[in-house]
């Protein structure tokens, strides 16, 4: 910078943050990656055809969306008031021992209490230190490390499936280490979709048993007559 006088009395110096810029872009480029990532699902979901395994479907698309090792849907029983595993879908890389422990929580029954039941609803995304955390206790905490350190198991979070107060399960998403979970706002989406999912599927199940009743009973009706 110069006087009046034309001489320099001062120098400016300036730079240019790379570093930051770059990060500013990797972060929209990951957001929006999400972004195609969600409107892929809620077009595959709606798509699912009818009479398809409900948490099977849910699993495996959550599964490809979130880039998770494992992902667990449990289905709530309100008549014995406990979350019951219905399906677990894995990764092509998870490795086999890991497949092993995981595949023999099928039939894993978690109780809840009501305490449990208003947290799950009140706070859709968790994040459990551990697998036995996830399950409240129901997975024993040997069980537990063994399939984490088999699978190399990284983040977790636990996802509440549910409509207006009614709860229809959990999902558990495995994310395998070193790869970053979905953002908060994120995995709030990806649950009210797969909520939306459920509560659809839920009730052309309901439907379809209802007109099987009925034709039966209408088989049935010129015997009784």
């Known amino acids: 910078l110069c006087d009046s006088a034309g001489e320099p009395f001062s120098v400016l110096v300036t730079s240019l943050d790379l570093a930051s810029r770059k990060?500013?872009?990797?972060?929209?480029?990951?957001r929006i990656e999400t972004l195609r990532a969600l409107n892929s699902l809620a077009i595959e979901l709606s798509a699912a055809?009818?009479?398809?395994?409900?948490?099977?479907?849910?699993t495996t698309k959550a599964l490809e969306t979130c880039g998770a090792t494992a992902v667990?849907?449990?289905?709530?029983?309100?008549?014995?008031?406990?979350?019951?595993?219905?399906?677990v879908a894995l990764a092509p890389s998870?490795?086999?021992?890991?497949?092993?422990?995981?595949?023999?929580?099928?039939?894993?029954?978690?109780?809840?209490s009501d305490v449990q039941i208003e947290r799950m609803l009140r706070y859709v995304i968790k994040?459990?230190?551990?697998?036995?955390?996830?399950?409240?206790?129901?997975?024993p905490a040997p069980v537990a490390k063994a399939i984490a350190a088999e699978?190399?198991?990284?983040?977790?979070?636990?996802?509440?499936?549910?409509?207006?107060?009614?709860?229809f399960g959990a999902l558990g998403l495995l994310m395998p280490r070193g790869r970053a979970v979905l953002?908060?706002?994120a995995?709030?989406?990806?649950?009210?979709?797969?909520?939306?999912?459920?509560?659809?599927?839920?009730?052309?199940e309901a439907l379809g048993e209802s007109n099987e009743r009925f034709s039966l009973f209408m088989e049935h009706l010129p015997s009784l007559a």
């Open 187 to 204: 995995l709030h989406v990806l649950a009210n979709m797969l909520s939306a999912a459920v509560r659809r599927m839920m009730a052309e």
């Open 94 to 112: 998870a490795p086999n021992k890991g497949r092993t422990l995981l595949s023999a929580t099928a039939g894993l029954r978690v109780p809840v």
């Open 127 to 139: 994040a459990p230190a551990n697998l036995a955390e996830l399950t409240f206790g129901a997975l």
């Open 49 to 58: 055809p009818l009479g398809a395994d409900i948490f099977e479907v849910v």
């Open 151 to 167: 699978i190399d198991l990284g983040e977790l979070r636990g996802l509440t499936l549910r409509h207006q107060g009614d709860l």
């Open 72 to 87: 667990a849907a449990l289905a709530y029983d309100p008549s014995r008031r406990e979350l019951a595993m219905r399906h």
């Open 23 to 30: 990060r500013l872009a990797e972060a929209e480029k990951a």
């Open 183 to 185: 953002p908060p706002e």
